[in-house]
Antibody
């Protein structure tokens, strides 16, 4: 069965970096693009962008350029989200989701907390 | 960017009630509209895709309708496990955008 399993919660200091992983199984990784979503505490869902798993080309939503990087390791069917120069306002749950006509596959979410 | 406006932002209802949530797109999105349910501390769960397609395993008391710019999620006979937050999302174009959410609370 299709699974997207994300890495565990992270506690980081302002200015640090974090890398969240999204390990997939149960399907051919390069057949579907991957989206990333953000949900700040008590807030709604934001689409951060997506990455083409065939060629690694990322597309970032407005507000997620510069410090946010999507990447892949196709050898292990895993997508990554790296955030640099972390700020308190980056505190959120981050989700990977498989791009699909029926978008039902989501990772379980990774809580990133930025605090001094 | 396509703006998605959901209403109401919250509602109180009783078990057995019929609940309707609306979602309006700032421009036409055909039927590229999905509905999600989110329980506290959990990832969103897809309920409805392509405006009216019932996701496998989702109870038939959930239904979706609409096309163009106006969409509706209806929950017939609200059950205790349905108290949650609901989001619409357009998949017509990038950036994918979500409505602000509707929190369904127990009256």
């Amino acid at each position: 069965q299709v699974q997207l399993v994300q890495s565990g919660s992270e506690l980081k200091k302002p200015g640090a970096s974090v890398k969240v992983s999204c390990k997939t199984s149960g399907y051919t990784f390069t057949n579907y693009a991957m989206n990333w979503m953000r949900q700040a505490p008590g807030q709604g869902l934001e689409w951060m962008g997506w990455i083409n798993t065939n060629n690694g080309n990322p597309t970032y939503a407005q507000g997620f350029t510069g410090r946010f990087v999507f990447s892949l390791d196709t050898s292990v069917s895993t997508a990554y989200l790296q955030i640099s120069s972390l700020k308190a306002e980056d505190t959120a749950v981050y989700y990977c989701t498989r791009e699909d006509m029926v978008p039902s596959y989501w990772g379980q979410g990774t809580l990133v907390t930025v605090s001094s | 960017d396509i703006q998605m406006t959901q209403s109401p932002s919250s509602l109180s209802a009783s078990v057995g009630d019929r609940v309707t949530i609306t979602c309006r797109a700032s421009q036409t999105i055909s039927r590229y509209l999905n509905w999600y349910q989110q329980q506290p501390g959990k990832a969103p769960k897809l309920l409805i895709y392509a405006a009216s397609g019932l996701q496998s395993g989702v109870p038939s008391r959930f239904s979706g309708s609409g096309s163009g710019t106006d969409f509706t999620l209806t929950i017939n006979s609200l059950q205790p496990e349905d108290f949650a937050t609901y989001y619409c999302q357009q998949s017509h174009s990038y950036p994918r955008t979500f409505g602000g959410g509707t929190k369904v609370e127990i009256k």
